[in-house]
């Protein structure tokens, strides 16, 4: 059929060819793949569902719903359809997660009105940051709040959203958690609410020094939000972010890991500890190596001799 579009909008058939070159009616084995004739089982769609939150991968479950038989009628769903079922079983699963979430702050909340929990929405009002903290965490703030360490390395969840964790050391030298955050992005706005919705929720008083990566948002966040707090970076991350370049080090030179470590480790005065470094990149003549040289000009954020 061909149609033509006249000039007030209207569509007029102007050739039809009523030989067909396709065959109208497919066989009964092949209507099931059409668009409309996809009625899955309410008992397989659940099972669908359920392989797919227990984290089986895709190839697994095609696998499962097809087995060995080759006239099963669960090939009825192919590849695209699981595809299409499990981005919907998701977005449910999303809308019903928020749901849950915030019942559990209101239960905690009705428990004990100490809890402390806030959402930050976009501009389509969907979630895009969360904080909470519940009462030993805000108590064990007001004794233990000299030096905190914020960490987001962890983002295993299945949306992606790094788990930002506000961390200190009680008078046992014991791990000891302050607060609890799960951010959506990683600029230096969310950061920013984050900071000020943990400083709000600890009634106002900053941390006397807190330890973070080198993530560039976070130092730009912390000044707005910790006027007067002590920014440092932490020395694991600064190890982890190089260690491969250390590792190659540490291959080429027997002696370097061992007196790399003990400048780090020794309580030294910030002139010392210069010294002891000019030293040993003299040894080795690493006054060049780029890695070095990175570790070296950032020395006043990481290295404990210039904490005191």
Known sequence: ?????????????????????HRLQLTPQMLVFLHSHKNFDKTILEYVKYLQFKGIEHAQIMSILGGDDPGSYFLE???????????????????????????FFREMKAINREFFCDMQLDESDRVKNIFWANTSCRGAYQDFSDCVTFDTTYKTNK???????????????????????????EDADSFRWLFKTFLRCMRGKAPTCILTDQCPAMALAIPDAFGNTVHKLCRWHIMKKYREHLAYLYYLHEDFKDEFTSILNWPLMPT????????????????????????????EKWISAYFK
């Open 1 to 21: 059929m061909r149609l033509k579009k006249e000039k007030d909008g209207t569509f007029v058939v102007k050739e039809i060819v009523w030989e067909h070159k």
């Open 77 to 103: 769903m192919n590849a695209k359809d699981l595809i299409n079922l499990k981005a919907k079983n998701s977005r449910m699963d999303d809308v019903d997660d928020v749901l849950k979430t915030v019942n």
């Open 159 to 185: 949306y992606h959203m790094p788990l930002g964790v506000f961390v200190g050391t009680n008078n046992h030298l014991q791990t000891t958690f302050f607060g609890f955050a799960l951010i959506r992005d």
């Open 272 to 299: 010392e500890f210069e010294d002891a470094w000019k030293g040993l990149m003299d040894r080795y003549n690493l006054h060049d190596d780029a890695t070095m040289v990175a570790m070296w000009n950032e020395r």
